[in-house]
Structures are given as structure tokens and as C-alpha cells.
Nanobody, 125 residues
């Protein structure tokens, strides 16, 4: 499975960006996916996750109400709509995919098997 993240860039505080993650080489079965981010000098942190069915979503408290995770029905693309961006949202954003079904510990990056290369988001005036 290969993941390709895109859509990052420079945006002013209060602005919006939409990240995409293209999925290729997958099997016919669908698995949970998520977004993580890493700011300079900090550890990678959980941002959002979506279940294999797309029916449930999970968010870090810092982005709840501002970010929306979604996936297309064909399981080929994962999205992250980011609104009301803040300087603290700056970092490299990574998409990730599980390869087994397991519990809702989506905030643990170790539970994700496949990772994209990351796309840089910079929020600054």
C-alpha cells in the first residue's frame, strides 16, 4: 500500500486548506485511516481518524470543530479539511492507514502500518 499526501502550503491565520491522501496498491478490504502531524522539535501527534466504514470520526481536542476528516466511497482518497487555521497548526502532516481491524486507539501512531511522505502546512501572517 502506498500513500501520497498533498495539499499543504502557506496560509494566514483564520484561513483554510484541504489536504488529500491518495491510496494505491491496496487490497479489497478497507481499513481505518488517520492524519498525524509533527511540528519542528516536537513529537508526531494525532490529528484525526476515520473508521473503515467512514461512519465514525475522531479528533484531537486541539482541532475539534475546525478540522474535518473524510474518505471517498471507493477508498482511494482520504481528506482533511482544515478551517480557522492557527499558527500552532504548523507542521508536516502525515496520512496513515491500518492493515488490521482493532480498537479505537487511533491516537497511537504505532497502530498504523502504512504512512505517506508528509505535506508541510505553514500558518503564518
Amino acid at each position: 500500500v502506498q500513500l501520497q499526501a498533498s495539499g499543504g502550503g502557506l496560509e494566514e491565520p483564520g484561513g483554510s486548506l484541504r489536504l488529500s491522501c491518495a491510496v494505491s496498491g491496496r487490497t479489497s478490504e478497507t481499513y481505518a485511516m488517520g492524519w498525524f502531524r509533527q511540528a519542528p522539535g516536537k513529537e508526531r501527534e494525532f490529528v484525526a481518524a476515520i473508521t473503515w466504514s467512514g461512519r465514525s470520526t475522531y479528533y484531537a481536542d486541539s482541532v475539534k470543530g475546525r478540522f474535518t476528516i473524510s474518505r471517498d466511497d471507493a477508498d482511494t482518497t482520504l481528506y482533511l479539511q482544515m478551517n480557522d487555521l492557527k499558527p500552532d497548526d504548523t507542521g508536516v502532516y502525515y496520512c496513515a492507514r491500518r492493515k488490521v481491524h482493532r480498537g479505537s486507539d487511533y491516537n497511537d501512531p504505532a497502530t498504523f502500518a502504512y504512512w505517506g511522505q508528509g505535506t508541510l502546512v505553514t500558518v503564518s501572517s
